[in-house]
């Protein structure tokens, strides 16, 4: 059984830093996720990472999967305060069920 | 504009007068899901459909029942709701292939009381 593992489950950061959420899983499968979610808002896809060593980034976050780690990482850079939302990964299964991690709250304070 | 759209976005209901939440997209996908999110959990999958009138159980499908007459649709059912099911619900849907992403609805919070 698939299990993905996200942490922390909860980020404070000041303005300006940097910091890393985790996403470990349990099984060998293809396709990892990232998603976003603002308060009583859906979720909004922010990357798709296909294969191992696959990097994305998108303005101040950047996403990495390492395979044989069964990891993956967001990380922040330089944090504003619009990024205040909560993450989840996800990995696909058969069906293309999507299995998520418990999510990380974000909240970047000035 | 491809979208995946939820009825009602809010829902206060007694226990057990039954109820259904719809769900439809417009992007021809094969594949539909529904997904309840609870705090500390993230979202957990309750039934998924991979074509008409093909539907199986996702992780936590008691209490709930689904079908998929149509290609777009794929109503959720609470049969006799109790109070463990109140939850944000989300549908999602996809196509088939190998990097496809899944599309979500804006969310169904469901208050059973």
């Known amino acids: 059984e698939l299990k993905v593992e996200q942490n922390p489950l909860f980020l404070s950061m000041q303005e300006g830093k940097n910091y890393t959420i985790y996403c470990n899983y349990s099984?060998?499968?293809?396709?990892l996720y990232w998603y976003r979610q603002d308060p009583g808002k859906s979720l909004e896809s922010l990357f798709v990472?296909?294969?191992?060593?696959a990097v994305k980034q998108e303005g101040r976050l950047m996403a990495s999967l390492d395979t044989k780690a069964r990891l993956s990482t967001l990380h922040i850079t330089a944090a504003v305060h619009d990024l205040s939302a909560t993450y989840f990964c996800?990995?696909?299964?058969?069906?293309?069920?999507?299995?998520f991690g418990a999510g990380t709250i974000l909240r970047v304070k000035s | 504009e491809a979208q995946v759209t939820q009825n009602p976005r809010y829902l206060i209901t007694v226990t057990g007068k039954k109820l259904t939440v719809t769900c439809s997209q417009n992007?021809?996908?094969?594949?539909m899901s529904w997904y309840r999110q609870d705090p500390g959990l993230g979202l957990r999958q309750i039934y998924y459909?991979?074509?008409?009138?093909?539907?199986d159980k996702g992780d936590v499908p008691e209490g709930y029942k689904v079908s998929r007459k149509e290609k777009r649709n794929f109503p959720l059912i609470l049969e006799s709701p109790s109070p463990n099911q109140t939850s944000l619900y989300f549908c999602?849907?996809?196509?088939?292939?190998?990097?496809?992403?899944?599309?979500f609805g804006q969310g169904t919070r469901l208050t059973v009381v």
């Open positions: 099984t060998t499968s293809d396709r």
């Open positions: 459909s991979m074509n008409v009138e093909v539907t």
């Open positions: 990472l296909l294969s191992n060593g």
């Open positions: 999602a849907s996809s196509s088939r292939g190998w990097n496809t992403e899944a599309f």
């Open positions: 996800a990995k696909r299964e058969y069906g293309n069920k999507l299995v």
């Open positions: 992007m021809n996908h094969e594949y």
